[in-house]
């Protein structure tokens, strides 16, 4: 075998490796980036205040989102990494919250903590 056949046999490998380091890399960060389709549906604000006071979120499929009180109603888009669930809202205000197993917690600075319980489905 000549130098040129041995150096080719060399870059015909090293691109092998190469593809395979590639493929596993985008299966890593596809599983550990999911947007988390199972987040989508109804939240409870879960509160010991007055009765009649309700804070209600709900996540779509589609990624849109509502947060319902009595008061106020908040459209906005919503999306989820890592262990973090972010809203966006459509003046561009952005809400960051934890999650926790199936339900999360969101800290607004003037309102304190809200933790949301899954209520549907």
Same mark, same amino acid.
């Given at each position: 075998?000549? *130098?040129?056949?041995? #150096?080719?046999?060399?870059? !015909?490998?090293? !691109? /092998?490796?190469? $593809?395979? $380091?590639? &493929?596993?890399?985008? $299966?890593?960060?596809?599983?550990?980036?999911?947007? /988390?389709? *199972? !987040? &989508?549906?109804?939240?409870?604000?879960?509160?010991?205040? %007055?009765? #009649?006071?309700?804070? %209600?979120?709900?996540?779509?499929?589609?990624?849109?989102?509502?947060?319902?009180?009595?008061? *106020?109603?908040?459209?906005?888009?919503?999306?989820?990494? #890592?262990?973090?669930? $972010?809203?966006?809202?459509?003046? @561009?205000?952005?809400?960051? @919250?934890?999650?926790? @197993?199936? *339900?999360?917690?969101?800290?607004?600075?003037? &309102?304190?903590?809200?933790?949301?319980?899954?209520?549907?489905?």
């Amino acid at each position: 075998m000549n *130098d040129f056949q041995k #150096g080719r046999n060399t870059s !015909m490998a090293l !691109m /092998r490796s190469i $593809l395979i $380091l590639a &493929a596993f890399l985008i $299966l890593l960060l596809t599983a550990s980036c999911s947007d /988390r389709q *199972d !987040m &989508a549906g109804t939240y409870r604000h879960v509160t010991d205040s %007055v009765p #009649g006071n309700s804070s %209600v979120i709900e996540l779509r499929k589609d990624h849109m989102g509502t947060w319902k009180t009595e008061l *106020d109603r908040i459209d906005f888009w919503w999306n989820v990494q #890592g262990n973090e669930i $972010l809203l966006e809202t459509v003046c @561009g205000k952005k809400i960051a @919250g934890e999650i926790t @197993g199936r *339900d999360f917690r969101i800290e607004l600075s003037r &309102a304190g903590s809200f933790f949301f319980e899954r209520i549907d489905p």
